[in-house]
């Protein structure tokens, strides 16, 4: 006769088997997905100590911003850039860094996508670092070998309120001595080993120089194939001795503006400003202004801010105060004239732009330089109420000359 084992030792034995099988497929299930996006998106990384920009924003959350510096790099190019903060990458043949990035787009890669990271700011997060050896972190999502990192640091005198150039930066030793580790060691049963779950990290010690002041790290990830992918890595450090003050407001900048009535009737009618946003940054909130003989009865899509004599502001809604370059928001509005077809006049909007750079007067072509085409720009308006009347006296005359030969040169 044949012992049959008991119905709950087989029920036991059975459970233990089901419970191995799900973990055995939860483990393959993992192992497909890494695999399917090892194929797609190889290595992926950026610095994590000392922290990068991208990655910082990251970690603090791009909804809620934690200083001025990133809140002005979202509203560059918004927050997806900030979620893709290991991606800020490149396949540039020969390893020619400089010819596929131009200077002032150094941190972020040359792309649209992150141009928030190329503001040339005193307040984004730095890290306090001292000269030395340091051992610094790459952590990366994805590894992939082969490859190579390279360091460098800005210039001694490297001025951080520019935007960071080639020419700013010399190299740093060790990033020869990248090596990489994690959390699972060599034994684990974790099937999360190897991938973003296991926290693997690429570890080099980096001979920092000395310095004053505020400094860039970049970090360059270089891997050997076909593609020539590499990963732009930007860290502040803060080695002390230099106060840069406050970094001030963000810089106003003109928006077009026009007018259209799209109603009349006796004695009033209905209108509508259009606001358009012509440069390359995007407005955060906007303030339109304009002389009216005309009692303005209702606003919408903005605030009636102020009503003096013949004079109107109006300021963006809460849901309207953003415009992308390219783009327009529309203001309505009712009122009473006595005189049909009775239009505004001086009509002027402009922007806060947290990204765009600071306003430069004299500087009439755009180009961040005051130099003898802004000054024929004034000369051919000279006597009229013109944009180059700096002192706002009605005639663009020799005391608005004076101020371009103030500003002559560089902007700041």
Known sequence: ????????????????????????????????????????????????????????????????????AASAAIAVAGTQAFYDWNEVTRNIPG?????????????????????????????????????????CRFFTTTPHDPSFFKAYITRDGYDPRQPLRWADLVPVAGGETATLAGSCGKNSTDCHCGTSGAGMSYYMTLQIP???????????????????????STSDLDFGGVDYGNPGAPP??????????????????????????????????????????????SVWSGVLQSHIGNHYVVTNAPYNEVILPGESVDVGCTATYPIPGLLPTSIIAMGSAPGAPPECIGDTDGNRVVDGADLGSLLGSWGQDSEFDYNGDGTTDGADMAVILGAWGPCP
């Open 210 to 232: 000395e310095r004053v002041g505020r400094h860039v790290l970049y970090v360059t990830w270089q891997r050997i194939d076909p593609n020539n992918e590499v990963f732009f």
């Open 1 to 68: 006769m044949t012992n049959s084992p008991h119905p709950a030792t087989v029920f036991l034995r059975s459970q233990e088997k089901g419970t191995k099988m799900k973990k055995l497929i939860t483990c393959l299930s993992t192992l497909l997905v890494t695999v399917s996006t090892s194929l797609t998106a190889f290595g992926h990384g950026s610095m994590a100590d000392p922290i990068s920009r991208s990655y910082k924003i990251f970690l603090d959350n791009p909804e809620t911003p934690q200083t001025a």
């Open 252 to 297: 106003i900048i003109p928006a077009a503006v026009t007018f259209a009535f799209t109603n009349q009737w006796i004695g009033g009618g209905q209108g509508g400003f259009r606001i358009t946003n012509g440069s390359n940054y995007t407005i955060r909130g906007w303030k339109l202004e304009f002389d009216w003989t005309a009692s303005v009865d």
């Open 95 to 135: 390893y020619d860094y400089p010819a596929t990035i131009p200077d002032g787009q150094l941190p972020g890669a040359g792309r649209d996508k992150y141009a928030g990271l190329n503001l040339a700011r005193t307040d984004w997060f730095a890290t306090p670092t001292v000269a030395g050896p340091r051992v």
